[in-house]
């Protein structure tokens, strides 16, 4: 690996392990309320989710309308394990059912994803949008997922440490991928996908391949959720929430990994902000977001990423601002010391500009016939 790469890297780590300091100790110096910290530990399972979803929508271009499914096949799978175990609060045995969680959600992508991936556009969404209910339907049915009652008894293991962490795990995997030889084929898939095959590109396989990685963070984020609530319900993972999380990833930017965390952090407490007025809530809720898609259609980041770079080119284009622009040409006035700004060397100036253009620095430019007109 390049030195420069792990030099951003860690520089990357170094910023989310400060990130974390600072929220450790607002959250355990009482400064943060309880209510605060649940809401903070809920954003980062939703960030999760929207995140994993970016993955096969927004880079690989693939609509996919069940992904709730996929996190409610890690949810009840993780539950299961912990509370079959009887260890409550054993930070080994959550890790690998949130893992087991993941590899179940993997397995029923690659059961669905082989006669499914091969569809396109609208009928792909509504055979993944069927696939969500189907998943609704058989929890609701089985015995061991408690049949038509929730399933209770899971231990509340999810904290807010686990949930950060998984998020920047989700974030550094996936953003490795998309750099990745693997990632840039995923990436021609979604601009061209004939063109990408013609290329030698294995169109199926890559599909696949995202396919199952994106289902695998959303059966995890499925684990951590079922460790956070306490109680699962089929109907939490509804049409509804698989929407809530298209909308997470349209309102950060297609595509962009960063403006899925912030968007399901503004997304997620929107409401229990607005939650004082309840009369007027969804309302408010629904015009905010008419509003930031119409003056921002592509999203809070577009494609772009909140990353080292794009940052030191926000201020480096302010710097360029700042400076004064000359009359002359358009370029960048050079700053001289002990330069007059009249006299001989303004007329030398304007005398180069007559002899370069036939105009004066002080007049518009006209056209040529229009100054020749007279001369004739």
Not at 47 to 69: D, F, P
Not at 268 to 278: N, S, V, Y
Not at 365 to 373: W, Y
Request: proline share 3%; glycine share 10%.
């Amino acid at each position: 690996m390049p030195k420069s790469k792990v030099i951003s890297y860690s520089i990357n780590l170094a910023v989310a392990l400060v990130v974390f300091v600072l929220f450790h100790i607002l959250f355990s110096s009482g400064i943060v309320s309880r209510t605060l910290i649940d809401l903070f530990t809920l954003c980062c399972i939703f960030a999760t989710a929207a995140v994993s979803l970016n993955l096969s929508t927004g880079l690989l271009g693939e609509l996919n309308l069940g992904h709730a499914g996929f996190m409610s096949v890690g949810a009840y799978t993780a539950a299961l394990i912990t509370i079959s175990s009887g260890k409550p609060g054993n930070i080994g045995i959550l890790l690998l059912a949130l893992v087991a969680g993941g590899l179940t959600a993997t397995f029923s992508a690659l059961v669905i994803g082989i006669p499914v991936l091969r569809l396109r556009g609208d009928y792909l969404a509504i055979t993944t949008l069927a696939f969500g209910e189907i998943v609704k339907v058989l929890m609701r049915s089985m015995k061991i997922t408690g049949g038509g009652q929730p399933l209770t008894g899971i231990a509340l293991d999810t904290t807010y440490t686990i949930g950060y962490w998984a998020l920047i795990i989700t974030l550094i995997v996936i953003y490795t991928l998309i750099r990745s030889r693997h990632g840039r084929a995923i990436i021609s898939i979604r601009e061209d996908d004939i063109a990408a095959e013609a290329c030698g590109v294995s169109v199926t396989r890559y599909k696949l391949f995202a396919f199952c990685f994106s289902a695998f963070f959303a059966g995890v984020a499925g684990g951590l959720y079922a460790h956070y609530a306490g109680v699962l319900e089929a109907s939490f993972f509804d049409y509804n929430q698989s929407v809530n999380f298209m909308v997470m990833v349209v309102f950060g930017g297609i595509g962009s990994l960063t403006g899925s965390v912030l968007s399901a952090f503004f997304l997620t407490l929107l409401p229990e902000f607005l939650r004082g007025i309840d009369a007027y809530r969804t309302l408010i809720y629904s015009v905010i977001l008419v509003l930031l898609m119409h003056y921002r259609p592509s999203g809070l980041l577009g494609q772009r990423e909140l990353s080292q770079r794009g940052i030191a080119r926000i201020f480096r284009r302010e710097r360029m601002d700042a400076q004064p622009i000359s009359g002359v040409g358009g370029g960048r006035a050079i700053e001289r010391e002990n330069v007059p700004a009249s006299g001989s060397a303004e007329r030398k100036a304007d005398s180069a500009l007559r002899d370069r253009t036939g105009t004066s620095s002080g007049t518009p430019e006209e056209p040529l016939e229009r100054r020749m007109k007279g001369r004739r």
